[in-house]
């Protein structure tokens, strides 16, 4: 297919992966293999030898059939994290505005070619005023494995992308309702003691200095963030996506911040503060109910 050549190169996967048995230095072999990207023999993990590789080309055909009634495929992007390690591929979905601001929003495939990962299905969506971008990973929707049949992978990615613009979808509505809550200063102790790994009681001679500058970097981030989006639940998400999209990946490149973003630190804190603060939400949905 030529939309498949078009979407490789486009995004720099037109390479393949090859597994070779290791061997000892003294020839003697092992139950583990090497995998290998062919282009440059960059090696990329050791799996074992049931694992079955799921190359690009693979990828990015099942996902142009599976989204060939959402989007034209030379809309899609993608690219890769940790030298080939971890590949992705984007498609797009219509904007959406939360409050005053304008949400870009793409549905997420990841593949892993260290062993890590099956295929898996995520949302990413970045406000563009600021370019605070969140990735929240679907773990809900069946992973497709690398031994799947190629009818087979179609038939699950395209259930298993119906199910994700759904859950985007209801994550659109989550951000709404942020609006609609005024910042709550409890919450917000609980989601700086949780960011930062600190007891609010504890004594500034107990915190160390890099902490300290961490916490004062994150209120100036606060103060701008609330100024933008307004005082509110959605104010304080937006506080914590600047400050692990822009301040703690200051200096690092892109793949290194979307590594950041999709797999490290920056993914984990954003989850936790999303997860607070729809659990702070519930909690007076139902204090309103029982009333």
Known sequence: ???????????????????????????????????FRNDNDKWLGTVGKRYCIYQNAALAEVIVKASEDIVDPELITGGMLRGGKKVFLQIPLDDEHIGNDKVKRYITALNSHDGSTSIGFGST??????????YQAHKQ??????????NEAILTAQKQLRGAILKDNSLMEDFKRM?????????????????????????????????????????????????SHGETLWGLFNGVTYFTNHSETAGKSESEKKDHLLFGGGYSKNLMTYNEIMKFIKSKTKSIVSV
């Open 1 to 35: 297919m030529l939309e498949v050549f078009d979407l490789l190169e486009r995004t720099k996967l037109n390479w393949t992966v090859n597994k070779e048995n290791l061997i000892s230095l003294d020839g003697l072999k092992t139950d583990s293999f090497g995998l």
């Open 125 to 134: 969506n970045t406000v563009v005023i600021c370019s605070n971008t969140y």
């Open 141 to 150: 929707l069946n992973k497709f494995r690398h031994t799947s049949s190629a």
């Open 179 to 227: 609006t609609e809550h005024k910042i709550d200063l409890t919450l917000f102790g609980d989601i700086v003691a949780k960011l930062f790994k600190v007891e609010l009681n504890t004594s500034s001679k107990e915190v160390s200095t890099r902490t300290k500058n961490n916490i004062n970097t994150f209120k100036s981030v606060m103060d701008k963030e609330l100024a």
